[in-house]
């Protein structure tokens, strides 16, 4: 399987799907639309292809990206041929939602739980999107770029002791 | 060869009292300070380097058995004196303070190395800016991680308290003052 294989196959099935395409480091990666990422997946899993394993879910923030700020990305690998794909959909930061992908995975229960802990991406049909890594009460979401690293009006830690 | 003879002192300071021949008079609270200075039974909360650290401490180069603290408790029962080595997230903050409700008086606290003292480098979301937030704490160990020399070094800053320190301090509305104010008890 190589990547350009797999593209075409891909946007062969789905020929509108595919917003954009791109092979950084040999990895193929592919900018899929937000609608179309169940199916995809999906196709992706259950077709001749068998990419099956879904290795990694994880969320992105791009402030300065208008009306597509948050993303989702995800790893696939087809374990036969050690074959990898990724997947990114992007969505406005207001009322951020793509597909759960625990019906197809069981896997993807943690990672979207995770991914909404600390993006605020929201997983339409996940079973139990609670905070998992944090605590209960935290109340915001931490990766968001919106927070300064550090609390500027600190007066009691001198950087000169912490190396910066 | 080294020259390195074991000597045994036996000429460690009483404390003051009345004294004649066949009887010792003092303070009770003398006897039971001197007591408590070298029994001191710790319970470490490692969580990070300075955990290894603290670890160095108990191995037979710095051997802090000298100190009649032969044996760690990872139980708040009968333990003394908390050692929190290492970072405390906020998740971890409630059980860290948990194990410190449910040791018995008396008790005292060493914070070891940066983190414990005050978050460390850690200024984000997840860490703790130092375990005084949640529970009152006897003495900071500076350094990041400290060496173990500084850890002996605070572990007789707290023989020095309880060593001189009344034995009803516990009752003092001050420190009943201090606890309420960490919501203890």
Request: proline share 6%; net charge negative; with cysteine.
């Amino acid at each position: 399987m190589t990547n350009n294989f797999v593209l075409e196959a891909i946007t062969r099935e789905f020929p509108d799907s595919v917003l954009s395409h791109a092979t950084p480091y040999d990895f193929l990666t592919l900018e899929i639309k937000k609608a179309d990422l169940k199916k995809v997946i999906h196709h992706l899993r259950d077709s001749s292809l068998q990419i099956n394993f879904l290795t990694d879910i994880c969320g992105i923030h791009y402030p300065d990206t208008p009306e597509k700020e948050l993303g989702v990305i995800y790893h696939l690998h087809n374990m036969r041929t050690n074959f990898r794909i990724r997947l990114k959909v992007f969505m406005p930061k207001d009322n951020a939602e793509v597909d759960s992908m625990t019906d197809l995975y069981a896997g993807a229960n943690w990672m979207e739980r995770e991914t909404f802990d600390f993006y605020g991406i929201k997983f339409k049909g996940h079973p139990d999107l609670r905070v998992i890594l944090n605590m209960e009460d935290i109340g915001y979401h931490p990766m968001l770029k919106e927070y300064r690293l550090e609390d500027g009006t600190r007066m009691d830690k001198d950087d000169k002791m912490f190396g910066r | 060869m080294s020259d390195n003879k074991p000597v045994i002192k036996m000429d460690a300071q009483a404390p003051d009292g009345f004294e004649g021949e066949g009887f010792f008079a003092t303070q009770l609270s003398s006897v039971i300070g001197m007591a408590r200075k070298f029994s001191l039974w710790p319970l470490p909360f490692a969580t990070s380097c300075c955990g290894i650290e603290f670890m160095a401490t108990l191995n037979p180069t710095f051997d802090a058995s000298r100190f009649g603290m032969e044996k760690n408790s990872f139980s708040p029962r009968q333990a003394d004196m908390l050692m929190v080595c290492g970072t405390i997230s906020k998740k971890l903050g409630p059980i860290l303070k948990q194990v410190y409700t449910q040791m018995a008086e008396p008790k005292w606290v060493i914070a070891v190395g940066a983190c414990a003292s005050s978050g460390g480098i850690f200024d984000s979301y997840s860490v703790l800016q130092g375990i005084d937030k949640i529970i009152p704490v006897d003495v900071y160990v500076p350094g990041c991680p400290p060496r173990p020399e500084q850890i002996i070094e605070g572990v007789m800053q707290v023989q020095a308290l309880c060593e001189s320190e009344s034995i009803r301090r516990r009752d003092m509305p001050e420190y009943q003052q201090l606890l309420a104010s960490y919501d203890i008890n």
